[in-house]
């Protein structure tokens, strides 16, 4: 009985690696990271490896886990989690390093150009205002609270869900956001992106 199941796990293994690891290339491109010790993680496929790549850590490859759209790295004892929108398409990467869990957003997704920290002026009612990408919507966080920021239908303006609010993102000559205005309980503050 021993050997049967050991024959029809060898025989299953090939398929569970092969769905686990299925098409690697939705996985590549580069994932840009706020307050994280690099910028960006670069994905890239050579054969059928999966590679990673860190600014200033190096490049190595990345193997698939028993979970899906999760992989580890074992020169660093790293996991990678990559996230998914609601249409399926991979938008994040989620890096679990030596205790602490940093955030990236798919680059060529137009929701990262929004991410940073902004920060206002000393008067204002908070100091500083991140913004993050959840689940694959943006979401804004300060000292006095935070909520989702939904898109409108003018570009670079979303609205802050549960506080009766927008915030206008406002771009340099390049086209970059370069800051924002946001405007909550008849209160405007104006952030520079930091």
């Known amino acids: ?5 050991v024959f029809v796990f060898l025989l299953t293994l090939p398929l569970f690696i092969s769905a686990q690891t299925g098409n690697l290339t939705e ?7 706020e307050g994280a010790p ?3 993680i670069v994905i890239s496929v050579e054969g059928t490896a999966i590679l990673a790549e860190a600014e200033g850590v190096g490049k190595g490859e990345i193997f698939a886990s028993k ?25 994040s990467l989620i890096v ?16 990262s150009e929004y991410l940073g920290k902004y920060k206002f002026s000393d008067d ?28 409108t239908a003018k570009k670079d303006v979303f ?4 506080y009766d609010g ?14 924002v205005i946001l405007k909550v309980q008849d209160m405007v503050m104006n952030g520079e992106k930091q």
């Open 1 to 5: 009985m021993k050997k049967l199941f």
């Open 159 to 162: 609205s802050v869900v549960g």
């Open 38 to 40: 690099f910028e960006k």
């Open 124 to 151: 204002s009612a908070v100091p500083s205002m991140t913004v993050s990408l959840r689940e694959g919507e943006l979401f804004g966080e300060t000292d006095q609270g935070s909520a989702v920021l939904k898109p």
């Open 27 to 33: 996985y590549v491109g580069s994932y840009k990271f």
């Open 166 to 179: 927008s915030a206008e993102f406002l771009r340099d000559s390049a086209g970059k956001i370069s800051k």
């Open 67 to 91: 979970n899906k759209d999760e992989f580890t790295e074992p020169n660093n004892n790293a996991v990678l989690i990559f996230n998914r929108d609601s249409n399926g398409q991979v938008i």
């Open 96 to 111: 679990k390093v030596q205790g602490a869990e940093l955030k990236g957003a798919k680059e060529g997704d137009a929701k």
